[in-house]
């Protein structure tokens, strides 16, 4: 079936640091989605992008839509305390928002 | 606060037990879903309702059985549960199933141990 690899499985980094985590598949993917999770809470979209090329911001986080459509990065730059959590990528593959395949997630600790 | 809620946000049952789980969302949405979130795996679709009925059934175990009243309320019912089946189990809803609108939003979920 498809399968969506997520790296690194985790990061521990120091406030103010970038950061940069990718999502690759051998399958096409028409949508990406960036998902954040903090202990306790549902995931949380950060972005969505569809087209590939796309390049997106919201605030400090940078993602991308890869040109092949096997894969997607996020970064996260200037890191800060609250970044702290599970990034989820999710590809969907389908006409419908339930053919989305997720990643296991990146858990992201930021020491101040 | 998301606008999809879900209660309760934690339930632990035995094996022989009836229990439900219940999400409501508040965002006029007419698309629900049910995941399911087990440790170091990704999320896993596991039912999906547009305008009340089903329309994804992902080779669920009968042991869950949903239910979709209208399109603000999606129950989980649970019977005879396995260990195994212990998980957070999150509710989503959508605009639609279509993907011209925005991407599907989560509730908290519901931290499920089954003794």
């Known amino acids: 079936g498809q399968q969506l690899n997520q790296s690194p499985q985790s990061m521990f980094i120091q406030e103010g640091e970038d950061v940069s985590m990718n999502c690759t598949s051998s399958?096409?993917?028409?949508?990406w989605l960036w998902y954040k999770q903090d202990p306790g809470e549902g995931p949380v979209l950060l972005i969505a992008l569809y087209k590939a090329g796309e390049l997106t911001s919201n605030g400090r986080l940078t993602a991308q839509f890869g040109i092949t459509r096997k894969d997607s990065f996020l970064n996260i730059s200037a890191s800060i305390p609250s970044d702290v959590g599970i990034y989820f990528c999710?590809?969907?593959?389908?006409?419908?928002?339930?053919?989305?395949?997720f990643g296991k997630g990146t858990k992201l600790s930021v020491k101040p | 606060e998301t606008g999809v809620t879900q209660t309760p946000r934690h339930l632990v049952m035995g094996m022989t037990n009836k229990k439900s789980l219940k999400c409501e969302q508040h965002l006029g949405h007419n698309a629900m879903y049910w995941y399911k979130q087990s440790a170091k795996k990704p999320l896993e679709l596991m039912f999906v309702y547009n305008f009340k009925e089903q329309t994804e059934n992902n080779s669920v175990p009968s042991r869950f059985s949903p239910e979709c009243p209208n399109s603000s309320h999606l129950f989980l019912h649970l019977h005879t549960l396995q260990p195994e089946d212990s998980a957070l189990y999150l509710c989503?809803?959508?605009?639609?199933?279509?993907?011209?609108?925005?991407?599907?939003?989560f509730g908290p979920g519901t931290r499920l141990t089954v003794l």
């Open positions: 999710a590809g969907r593959y389908g006409g419908s928002q339930g053919n989305l395949i």
């Open positions: 989503a809803s959508s605009q639609s199933t279509g993907t011209s609108g925005r991407a599907m939003v």
């Open positions: 399958s096409i993917f028409n949508t």
